[in-house]
């Protein structure tokens, strides 16, 4: 692979990131949403496997295929069943700030993304590290869809893309997080989305809906 | 025989563990918990003997390493541990009478609590701040079962707002983490996460990318200790977790989350001077004070109270870290261990109250000490002792930080953080005293005697108490230990 | 403790008691005079005194030693201030009990005494005299501390014999604002202290106005004799002394007889003028509503405690 | 170890083995015991101070103890004082507590805490680093708050004095901690010796702050005005021993407080810090004997009169660092303030003592329901009367001695030493004066209507005198008050040369023999003189009277009453009647608050059926200065709840709030 066509497809698999983040915050449907994770997944998968074929690094080719079993397979697998033990209320009920503001916000906080990256741009600049930005850009969106979104799915869906976005970075900068890091944080975010799925289901149990905005029990 | 010591205090947890697994909860398994605490502190002992003798070790290929910080946090696991799981069984003893639990949930809350403290264990022992975060994580993930465990409305909503805050946070701390990895790419020795070689390459990684880094370690592991803004799930899980899960979530874990600041603080001053670090904290702190005191003034739930005085602990200890040297150092672990005995005796003895009287409303609790006067004495000292009063230990912890605060030229700082910490003392006392003192209702209702404080509970209680006490008349053979971690924990400048 | 102090201290007392009740009586007839009364003759008090003395003692039912002791403290306090001030001879026999504040201090035991033989009867008058009187003491006492600070500051002491020797060598110091103005607080604080118009009338046992006489009304026959001649020696003592703080002249300063005859010839004028004064104003008063008194006795407050400020900025 | 050390030692050991006897013992024999050990303990104590005031200095580190600083052990001679007071206290209320004790606090806590809080007062004195200061200190505290707990379960106003004394305390403590650690932050370490050494170089700034912040934290331990709300709450909550131990020997520590790091560790310092404490002082002294004529609880005045008193030993204080130029006048105030603090402590502990029989033996101490017990408790009565004779500065009490001093170091303050000093030097005996004359007003009110008249109600009709170990204690508590009346002189020359020291003048105001002679100024008095002289006087008359004049014996006969009715208890004068003319005169001061409700009979509106009047005074300051703070900290806690709603999204927006605005800051400065 030349390098043209590494950077090529890795900009684009970049830019499908973050174009990804900004549908999960214009659609409101659960079910569309995970499609977009999924997408959102592959593109993940495929910087991870550009860096594994420019780096040639097999440690990096297990990450681009545990990525994809991850997160175009068991993590949208698992939101599916949350969503669909919901039932026909699936469609997201407006959200606390409105789309059109969601998507102004999204677009301050991506140049924010790319202010506060510049000393890490600068530190290495190349192909790889110039495109930190779309990830930290990423991080922000999931963190501000978690802040915004009412159901229970979908702050976890929210709480996916902060990951996302926090792997691409880790892609991005680096060839060599050692393998066990990289495995136990994999593990370690299977088991926090399957914790959050256990919880909303027994949220449906005892609150019946599960509109997170009602969590309102607990308080001064 | 080092490493064995090093696997004993995460591998005897997880042997509990799997007892629970195999066997279940019974009266005859009700006490592998409290041998397996009990073994952890005895390894984390010999440990700190160990590493007296011949400084830091390292094993299992270089994932674990001990040094006399690790060791001191080890042991307060290990004492807190033990105190918690000494308290279990009588706990879910009355738990499974009342019908609020069956064997099942005791045989796997006894489970999660083990893996819980191999987890925190395992925090304190990693030689990298990969391995450090994994744990931490996990410890989220262990606990949020033990804090939902009563299924309840309300607890079920306190695990929903732990999980998804505490990811959050620690989220961040994991791109702080691989933020940190991407400028030690950058150096000659390419030292990755590794604590000891990050710091000795300080000099060589980027500033503005450490800075970076290390806001988003702070904050996010911050977000664990209970440290403002990531704090608001703290009140809820602590106030809604079985009481010896509150005891050791409030007494270890935010000291251990604190414990991983404090290493990424080693690297931080290492590479950006003390002030950026410095800053954040004591920011940091002084937010999370301000709340915590502001918070419990009007406050109507006494878990909630304990667990709000933790939030304003720990931003004490932040002080601290943030003051830096020497003997802020000495006082920021000597309050944790303090502050793990105290809020331990207190989230046991606050259970045990709200299992005979049957709620957690202050307004509701009356003249405890005419009518349990041994479980209210442990309560009231425990309050005392919490609002730093001799002879516990967290006087001469405070006293340490704020003589530090004062002669580091932190003044002004040092004098806010010490008013609003009086002024939720005063507070803690207030309420605490409204529950325990006066004359207990004459009626009807007045005329069942209230049941009596199970033997093991109050001795563990009183154990907590003497042993903080006892730590505040004299370190005695921590001083060694103490001074060894602080030196430790200031660093190289 | 010199020649000219034992003379004083032997001289004084015998001065004060006897000529005490004379001043009063003498005061009482100025008043019946002036009244258009034929008034009984300046002797009067003493026949009384004569009278009540030769009287069965009693112990009224459920008074306890306090009522019993009181008046024998009201007559000691007066005497040992009589003995030690210098109101005849400007030497006191015991120097370091003649201090203006242990005098001061000394009158208002004896006060005190009396209020708490009054409250000791539990009767409703005597614990209305009491309250009344405590009431009044405790705005006495503070303006006679003040005053005397006044006229002690120019001085360099509170001995009194020091005062009267410090204005007799330095005439000018009588005129002085301080002093001045401490003359007439101690004016008024001594009206109030001695039971006069329009503090108090000393011959009304009306319950609304009284303060002294119902403190008394339980005490008869010695018992009563000595409260009186206690008052009588008090307003005696009190005139002395106003008379030798502001105007010393003719005051024995030395122990020959002729300069002690002098000086208690000279004192005698000194209180008969002053009593005559007080008398005259007397009948020209109204008595004062109980409540008002208080506002009097914060004026004459405020006046000392200008003198005071006086005495330390012209100083 | 030299006998002052020894002594301390001995004193130390006793009272840990009382704390022990109170712990361990059964409950008929545990008064017996830890009031004998405690005594001892007590009297060890006073031993140890005496021979520290003669000049055995003693000192001792133990760096083990108490983690991150150590403590030091020093007693000098100032420190000498403060002991030997509070040891003979501790003498006196833990012999009295043989017999109140056993009724009323025998409790093993309060038995077990009550030698342990003598030790705690004895090792705040001896407290040779801040360290170990501040560790006694709040052990003293806790001490305090225990033993004021003792009985709440039986009132509720015990639990809610015990709140206020908690959190005063609290609060006064970080005040102390604070400024003490300012102080420490400029010294090379934390003990006194390094501290006196770091106030020569210190900015007055910060020596300023030191003196204000510790100014108010042991004020507030000595009761001053505004910070005086916990005192005449939780001083009479107390066991009256307790009381007794608290009023005469725990506020005394306030003083300790600011005498040592005043005048000792700083060095005196600037004029305007003693202004201040002058000012304090004067307020004190008056608003506290205000409250005092009002009060009608019997312990609540005594409380308010301990207010009034460490006003007038911080007037004391206060003159004695405004005139330190003029070292005669500076030490004669300090000796005058010292020794009016020994007074005090000699006889409030009687006052308290006997408030504390009275309450045993009448069942109240509200003085509206006494009265009559001059019969029934007549060793009581005469040790209150005494008692209250010493407390009203009349001769030849005790307070008139040390007031008289006072007084004598005002007068001869020269204008020289600066226009504050000349303004406030007539403010100040202005203040004295007043109090003087209140203080008469309110003893004769407290002993007058307390002991004398008849008996108010059943309980004081019922009074039995208390047991022998309780009047054997007000005897000796007496005999102390007694002799510090009419012989000063054998304290005032230590007390002199103790005041010349801390003030380094190097001229002590020494007195000499039974006449208190000043030295450098003229003034003079003789204590015992004026007593011989007045006691002669009076048997003298009493010969005269009875031998000479009437030689019949006393008849017994009705009160005549100007011929009234039989009398009843309820014609007579109460606490509350005695003070009513002097609350009018206050009125503007004090604002009395008073309601009518007059009941009409059904038949007709111009016939009255029944009239009720209540009369409250309550505390001003506290209404002013407290009410509207803690409102508004009400206040502030509500709106602060608004931060914990509950909301998820809300928790998780501190974060990215926080977080965003992070990430900007470092874009920016980067």
Redesign the interface.
Known sequence: MSETTYVQLLYLACGGLLLTSVLMLWRRELAVLIRVFAVQGFALAVIAGLAALHHGGIELGAVAVGILVLRVGILPWLLRRAVAAVGPASRETRPLVNVAASLLVAAVLTLLAYAVSRPLVELAPAAATSAIPIGVAVVLIGFFVLITRRRAPSQLVGFLLMDNGITAVGLLTTAGVALTVELGVALDVLLAVLVLQILTGRMRETFGDTDVAELRELHD | MITLLMLAPVGLPVLGALAYLLFGWRPATAWIAAGAAAGELAAAIGLAAVVDLSGPQIAVGGLARVDALSVFMLLVIGTVGLLATAASPSYLAAEIRAGRASMRTAARHSLLVQAFLAAMASAVLAADLGGLWIAIEATTIVTAFLVGQRRTRAAVEAAWKYVVICSTGIALALLGALLLNYAAQHTPVRPGLNLVGLIAAAHTLDPAVTKIAVAMLVIGFGTKAGLAPLHAWLPDAHSQAPAPVSALMSGVLLSVAFYAILRVKLVADAVLGAGFARALLLVMALASLALAASLLIAQRDYKRMLAYSSIEHLALIATGAAVGGPLAMAAVLLHMLGHGLAKGVLFLGAGQLSQTDGTSRIAQIRAVAARQPVLAGCLGFGVLALIGLPPFSIFASELGIARAGFAAGLGWFTAIALSLTAVAGAVLVIHVSRMLLGTPAEGPGAATASPRLPAAAGAVLLAGLTLSAALGVTAGPLTGLLHSAAVIAVGTP | MSALGIVGGVVQPLAVVAGSPVLVGMMRQVRARLEGRAGPGIAQPWRDLRKLFGKEPIAPRGTGVVFRAAPYALVATTLVVSFVAPLATVDSPLDPVADLFAVVALLTAGTVALALAGLDTGTAFGGMGASREMTIVALVEPTLLVAVFALSVPVGSTNLAAIVSSTLRDPARAISPASLLAAVALVIVIVAETGRLPVDNPSTHLELTMVHEAMVLEYAGPDLALVELASAMRLGVFLALLANLFVPWGIATTAGPFAVLGGVLALAVKVVVLGLALAVGEVFLAKLRLFRVPELLAGSFLLALLAVAASFFLA | MNPTGLALGVALVLGVFAAVLGAATRKHLRARAVGAVTALCGAAGTIAGISAMCGTRYYAAFP??????GVTITVDSTSGLFLAVTGAVAFVSAVYGVGYARADANGR?PQAVFPLFVITMMLVVSAGNV?AL??CW??M??CSLVLV?TE???R?E??RA??WY??MT??G??AI??GL??F??AADD?TFPALRVAAHHLSPTTASVVFVATLLGFGSKAGVVPLHVWLPRAHPEAPSHVSALMSAAMVNLGVYGIVRVGFDLLGGGQRWWWLLTLALGGISAVYGILHA?MSTDLKRLLGYSTTENMGLVLIGLGAAGLVADDPVVAGLALAAALLHMVNHAAFKTVLFLAAGSVQRGAGSRDLDAL??L??PMPFTTAAF?LGALAA????PGTA?VSE?LL??A???AR?SAGAAA?VM??IA??A???T???A??TF??A???GF???PRSAGAAAARESPASMTAALGIAVAVCAVLAVLPTILLSQLGSLASGLLRTGSPAAMDGI???LVG??????PL??AV??VG??LG??AV?RLV??R???????????G?GP?S?R???TAT??????Q??FDDVVQPETDVDVTHARESAYLVEAIEFRNRVLDRIERWLYTPLLRA??V???A??R??????????????????G???L??VT?
């Open positions: 083990a103890l108490l983690p991150l600083s806590l360290g501040l560790v709040e052990l505290a806790l707990l709440h379960h039986r509720p015990v639990a015990g709140r908690a959190v609290h609060l403590f970080v901690l604070a650690l300012v420490t932050a934390d004529a009265g009559g001059s019969g009367g009203s500065a009349l001769p008139f008289w007084l004598q005002l007068i001869h204008p000349v030097m007539p005996v202005a004295v004066a007043l003087a004359g209140l008469v007003a004769v009110k002993f007058g209507v004398l008249g008849r006449v208190v002679r100024v003229s003034g003079a008095l003789s003189m004026l002289v007045s006087a009076a008359l009493v009277v004049l009437t019949q014996a006393r008849r017994a006969a009705r009160l005549w009453d100007c009234a009398l208890a014609m007579e004068y009647s005695f003070a009513e003319p002097l009018r005169v900290v009400s502030w806690a509500a602060a709840r931060l914990a709603t509950g909301s998820v999204h809300r928790y998780l927006g501190y974060g990215f709030y926080t977080l965003c992070l990430l900007i470092l874009a980067r």
